[in-house]
């Protein structure tokens, strides 16, 4: 079992940034793939970033290449993302997955253990 906390939420103005930090506890944190989703209400869960086991492997949805950065330090059992240049577009309820694989990518059905979310609400 894994459980995740996400944090770093909150309201920025568009062109803004905000780190989101996602600590995980449980089983071996470091064995697992994490991903960061996002959901708007009345939108399917979306993916926006995968870090593999190591952080030697990230894979970005299109719509925030070059703005957000997803990144992990096992020592502390936590995963983040970066995000700058902020768009209104970005406004939804982030969460945070763990994997059962060394490597994930987009699909949700990858990962077994998901974080409750962190609203990011961005301003125009």
């Known amino acids: 079992q894994v459980q995740l906390v996400e944090s770093g939420g909150g309201l920025v103005q568009a062109g803004g940034s905000l780190r989101l930090s996602c600590a995980a506890s449980?089983?071996?944190?470091?064995?697992?793939?994490m991903g960061w989703f996002r959901q708007s209400p009345g939108k399917d869960r979306e993916f926006v970033a995968s870090i593999s086991w190591s952080g030697g492997d990230t894979y970005y949805a299109d719509s925030v290449k070059g703005r957000f950065t997803i990144s992990r330090d096992n020592a502390k059992n936590t995963v983040y993302l970066q995000m700058h240049r902020l768009k209104p577009e970005d406004t939804a309820v982030y969460y945070c997955a763990a994997s059962g694989s060394y490597y994930s990518g987009s699909y949700y059905g990858e990962y077994d253990y998901w974080g409750q979310g962190t609203q990011v609400t961005v301003s125009s």
């Open positions: 449980g089983r071996t944190f470091s064995a697992n793939a």
